[in-house]
C-alpha cells in the first residue's frame, strides 16, 4: 500500500491552462523530490526539497515551480501550460541519510 | 558529468532463462548504486548496494557492485512472466540520485 500519493493520475488539458500537480506523503520523510520521465527515457529531477520552506532546482531545467510549507505535501504547478510540458510525472521521498526512496504512483501529463 | 549507463537497452528471453543486466556509473562523490524495478506505474525498490564484493539476494535476484570498475550487475535466475518490467539502475551522489535510461525485459512464457 502505497504511502506517497500523487493525484490525479491522468491529466488532460489544453494549452495555457494552470496546472497543480498533488503529492502527499504519510511517512515523515524530510526529503521530497519531482521526476520527470518520458516514455524509454530516463528519470531526471527537476525538483527537490530538504525540508519545509526549502526547495532547490533539479538537473533538468523546468519551467515548473514547487511549494513545500508543510512536510507532508509538495506540489508542483505549471503557470502555462505547453505540449512540451507533455510527460511523466513522479513525485518521491526519503529519510535524510535514507538512500531508498519510495516512489508516487505518478501523474501523467499530456498537454494539447 | 555524471552518468549512469545501462545495458543492454532492451531483451527478450524464455521463462526460465537467467538474465544479467549492467549498470557502469561515472560520478563524483559516489554514495551508493540503487536498483529499481518499473512496470507501468512508479518504481519499486529492489537493492542498494554500497560495498564492493558483497552480493545482495532477494529470492530470484540478486546484485553485486564493483566500485573499483564502477560497475554494478543484475541477476534474474528462473524468469518468470512477471519479471518483465524496466529495470532502472541509479547512483546517489549528494543527496540527489542519477538514474540510467533503463534496461527493459520481456520474458515469454
Known amino acids: 500500500e502505497a504511502d506517497i500519493y500523487q493525484t490525479p493520475r491522468y491529466l488532460v488539458i489544453g494549452t495555457g491552462k494552470k496546472i497543480t500537480l498533488e503529492c502527499s506523503q504519510t511517512?515523515?520523510?524530510?526529503?521530497m523530490y519531482w521526476y520527470q520521465q518520458d516514455p524509454g527515457m530516463e528519470l531526471h529531477l527537476i525538483h527537490y526539497?530538504?525540508?519545509?520552506?526549502?526547495?532547490e532546482k533539479g538537473d533538468l531545467s523546468s519551467e515548473s515551480t514547487v511549494s513545500r510549507i508543510r512536510t507532508e505535501h509538495f506540489p508542483l504547478t505549471l503557470e502555462s501550460a505547453r505540449p512540451s510540458h507533455t510527460s511523466q510525472y513522479l513525485c518521491?521521498?526519503?529519510?535524510?541519510?535514507?538512500?531508498?526512496?519510495?516512489f508516487g504512483s505518478g501523474t501523467r501529463l499530456t498537454v494539447v | 558529468e555524471d552518468k549512469v549507463v545501462q545495458s543492454p537497452l532492451s531483451l527478450v528471453v524464455h521463462e526460465g532463462d537467467t538474465v544479467t543486466l549492467n549498470c557502469s556509473y561515472e560520478?563524483?562523490?559516489?554514495?551508493?548504486l540503487l536498483w529499481y524495478k518499473q512496470e507501468k506505474k512508479a518504481p519499486t525498490f529492489l537493492f542498494m548496494l554500497?560495498?564492493?564484493?558483497i552480493e545482495k539476494k532477494s529470492g530470484r535476484l540478486s546484485s553485486i557492485l564493483d566500485k573499483k570498475e564502477l560497475f554494478s550487475i543484475l541477476n534474474i535466475t528462473a524468469t518468470q512472466t512477471g519479471d518483465s518490467a524496466v529495470y532502472l539502475c541509479?547512483?546517489?551522489?549528494?543527496?540527489?540520485?542519477?538514474f540510467g535510461a533503463g534496461t527493459i525485459l520481456r520474458v515469454k512464457s
Open positions: 526539497s530538504y525540508g519545509v520552506n526549502s526547495t
Open positions: 560520478v563524483t562523490n559516489f554514495r551508493s
Open positions: 541509479a547512483v546517489t551522489y549528494g543527496n540527489k540520485l542519477v
Open positions: 554500497t560495498s564492493s564484493g
Open positions: 511517512m515523515g520523510h524530510d526529503k
Open positions: 518521491a521521498s526519503s529519510f535524510r541519510g535514507n538512500y531508498g526512496y519510495t
